[in-house]
T-cell receptor, first 114, second 113 residues
């Protein structure tokens, strides 16, 4: 499914670098999400945006900074990351924000912190 | 608090055999229930969902799931597994009035030829 596109697919960065992850959805949805997927742990919801407004910040450290300029685009700005931040970062969208909404996922960005 | 348990971390079945993946949830009211599948290197894809009504729901790729309130379960089944079904399967629970799903830790399915 190509409805949700994430770039880059892979990213290696040092702890002092600044980089950004990008997500774009072509489904006409109003809600977008960032998740973190680490080995042997459940998916962790990081942020929720509904109609460009942040509605959920799941106690995410400030070294992760989301940006949602419009309902189709979502960014995750990264700075001064730690080795434990290495994970697969998944973006998702749904028609509206709500736990009854099926979510459509991108293929993720595999992030490795050196 | 809501929780989701997928008791089987790994399951191996032979191609053509039947499959059942277990999911148990903890939630005070009737939850929204989902099954997703994740193939290697890809994101999650929705297989099926249950909100209310008929407790046996049909999904894509020949999968079905049955909601059993008395057992707080929502097990995923397929009568005959294909090699392409090898993937990781996630059960998720949504609570009304929130934005969140709670995902289980996943069950990795291996299919033997």
């Amino acid at each position: 499914e190509t409805g949700v596109t994430q770039t880059p697919r892979h990213l290696v960065m040092g702890m002092t670098n600044k980089k950004s992850l990008k997500c774009e959805q072509h489904l006409g949805h109003n809600a977008m999400y960032w998740y973190k997927q680490s080995a042997k742990k459940p998916l962790e919801l990081m942020f929720v945006y509904n109609f460009k407004e942040q509605t959920e910040n799941n106690s995410v450290p400030s070294r992760f900074s989301p940006e949602c300029p419009n309902s189709s685009h979502l960014f995750l700005h990264l700075h001064t990351l730690q080795p434990e931040d290495s994970a697969l970062y998944l973006c998702a969208s749904s028609q509206d924000a709500g736990s009854n909404q099926p979510q459509h996922f991108g293929d993720g960005t595999r992030l490795s912190i050196l | 608090a809501q929780s989701v348990t997928q008791p089987d971390i790994h399951i191996t079945v032979s191609e053509g055999a039947s499959l059942e993946l277990r999911c148990n949830y903890s939630y005070g009211a009737t939850p929204y229930l989902f099954w997703y599948v994740q193939s290697p290197g890809q994101g999650l894809q929705l297989l099926l969902k249950y909100f209310s009504g008929d407790t046996l729901v049909q999904g894509i790729k020949g999968f079905e799931a049955e909601f059993k309130r008395s057992q707080s379960s929502f097990n995923l089944r397929k009568p005959s597994v294909h090699w392409s079904d090898a993937a990781e399967y996630f059960c998720a629970v949504g609570a009304s009035g929130t934005y969140k799903y709670i995902f289980g830790t996943g069950t990795r399915l291996k299919v033997l030829a």
